[in-house]
């Protein structure tokens, strides 16, 4: 994988109004951190050596948190990356906070995103930071955004930007609705909320940001902790020679060209394996047919 060139990694797509252009399949630091998410890896040594094969293999982007860990992930990326090569783009995310019993809580004070900003510049390394998500927290017990204003965060960032500790700004887990709020306080250069083969809540949301220039990065590209399983995608795979893991990515890039991927992995084999999807082109016939696993499951 290692002389793996950016047409293998899906193209190219440059963040809207900004110099930062990304290899399309990325990489999301989320799984290196300890079980949970919380303290760090089993495999440290492992956890370095992922990070290291993702940009041997032509990575440039990554999606990262000082949450994860808290403090972990971004302290392993610094370890194994810095000084970070010019082309990379990390991207990191505020809100929330790990307390010592592991829970996931709000951090959304004026404060507490100043304080974020603040860690991932430290553990990360850096003066400034590429892109900053604020991630709302939504409703429920589930990861779908809730509506209800974002405008006195997203503020506080457009101050941190402002202020040049933060270089862009996006909004993730985020309603149409709270998207739009955030694009009338500042640019909005990216979109990362919940998506994959089966859950396709933000079909319109996609297509309305790629028309915009807006890159939409889907978390929980391969189903999250527990990934994708489903029948007609393991059939499918297996006509193509490929695996459900890969078909749910390459499906994705086909998806729309303003979709970026960053499926995490604490293994180095998950990883060229994900990485190798973007080399598989999909018939309109396959697409058609890995539609109809989206509105069977909806069905249930
Ligand atoms: N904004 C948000 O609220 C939010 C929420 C969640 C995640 N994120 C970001 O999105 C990124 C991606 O999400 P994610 O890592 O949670 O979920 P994911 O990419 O959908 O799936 C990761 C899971 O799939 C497994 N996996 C990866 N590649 C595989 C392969 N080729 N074959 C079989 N299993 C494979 C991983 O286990 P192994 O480690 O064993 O490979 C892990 O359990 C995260 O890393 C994080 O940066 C953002």
């Not at 998410?37 to 290291?52: E, H, N, S």
């Not at 990554?62 to 000084?83: C, M, W």
């Amino acid at each position: 994988m290692s002389n793996t060139n950016e047409i293998q990694l899906g193209g190219q797509f440059t963040f809207p109004g900004t110099s930062l252009t990304v290899k399309r399949m990325g990489y999301g630091a989320m799984q290196l951190a300890g079980p949970g998410v919380f303290g760090p890896p089993k495999d440290p040594a492992g956890a370095v050596a992922v990070l290291r094969e993702a940009l041997a293999s032509g990575v440039n982007h990554i999606d990262t948190s000082d949450f994860y860990g808290p403090h972990v992930t971004n302290q392993i990326i610094k370890q194994a990356l810095h000084p970070y090569p010019e082309e990379l783009v990390l991207v990191t995310k505020l809100g929330a906070r790990r307390p010592e019993d592991g829970s996931w809580q709000l951090a959304n004070s004026p404060q507490q995103l100043i304080d974020g900003v603040h860690d991932n510049l430290r553990n990360l390394g850096l003066e400034a930071l590429d892109i900053v998500n604020y991630r709302a927290m939504g409703g429920g017990a589930g990861h779908g955004p809730a509506e209800g204003s974002i405008g006195e965060q997203v503020s506080v960032l457009a101050d941190l930007k402002q202020q040049g500790l933060i270089r862009h700004i996006g909004v993730s887990n985020a309603t149409a609705t709270q998207v739009a709020e955030a694009q009338a306080i500042t640019d909005i250069v990216c979109v990362q909320n919940q998506y994959n083969l089966v859950q396709r809540d933000d079909d319109a949301l996609v297509d309305d940001l790629a028309k915009q220039g807006i890159a939409y990065v889907p978390f929980f590209p391969l189903g999250g902790f527990s990934p994708l399983q489903s029948s007609s995608l393991s059939a499918i795979a297996e006509q193509l020679g490929a695996t459900p893991m890969q078909v749910a990515l390459a499906w994705l890039l086909h998806r729309s060209p303003n979709i970026l991927l960053i499926p995490g992995t604490s293994s180095v084999g998950h990883l060229r394996e994900n990485l190798a999807a973007a080399q598989l082109t999909l018939s309109p016939e396959t697409l058609a047919d890995l539609d109809k696993i989206a509105a069977s499951e909806a069905k249930q």
